[in-house]
């Protein structure tokens, strides 16, 4: 929402500066994950990556300014991560704010829903959106995913039960999906 009288640069300050992004990392079974949080949501959760270069999560946080203290949300993510990958926990609880387009946040709320344990398709997602033949889209608004593993990307799969690429790379993926006892072998 504008302020009457501001520019957008004004605008854009005063959201730097009353934004507090706390950052914490977990070391998991798939590699350590970066986590942020502002307050009582999660913003952003990185994936170890396979090809070198700057992080996308530095990238994000450029311009951002960091807490000297963890958030609530920041303290129950790490600890939800930790009874996930103990086996321990099958649904995230913790509030998380992701930023994308209005079809993105719908992909992912759909996404989000997806049940500890099961898969779904691209086009399964697009079907219950209303337009089973944006598949592609709904892959793309899938792969922008700015919280993986509490927006559960990973159980997103092909048409033909192709496990399909993901951000952390498919050898994560496909320990996720054993985790979860979506794969066998």
């Known amino acids: 929402m504008r302020m009457p009288g501001r520019d957008s640069a004004d605008e854009a300050t005063t959201l730097r500066e009353g934004l507090q992004i706390a950052v914490a990392a977990l070391k998991t079974p798939i590699g350590e994950l970066q986590i942020a949080a502002s307050g009582d949501r999660i913003l952003a959760v990185e994936l170890p990556r396979q090809q070198s270069g700057a992080p996308l999560f530095d990238e994000w946080l450029r311009g951002h ?73 709904v892959g793309a608004a899938v792969g922008a995913n700015p919280i993986p593993i509490f927006i559960p990307c990973h159980r997103v799969i092909g048409s033909n039960d192709d496990l399909t690429g993901y951000g952390g790379g498919l050898k994560r993926k496909i320990w996720l999906l054993r985790h979860e006892g979506v794969l066998l072998a």
């Open 65 to 137: 300014l960091l807490a000297k203290t963890r958030p609530p949300a920041l303290r129950q993510a790490l600890l939800e991560l930790r009874e996930y990958f103990a086996g321990k926990r099958r649904r995230f609880t913790v509030a998380l704010a992701p930023t994308g387009t209005e079809f993105q946040q719908r992909v992912w709320h759909a996404v989000a829903a997806i049940p500890f344990g099961k898969t779904t398709t691209y086009g399964a997602i697009a079907e219950q959106l209303g337009d089973k033949q944006r598949a592609r889209a």
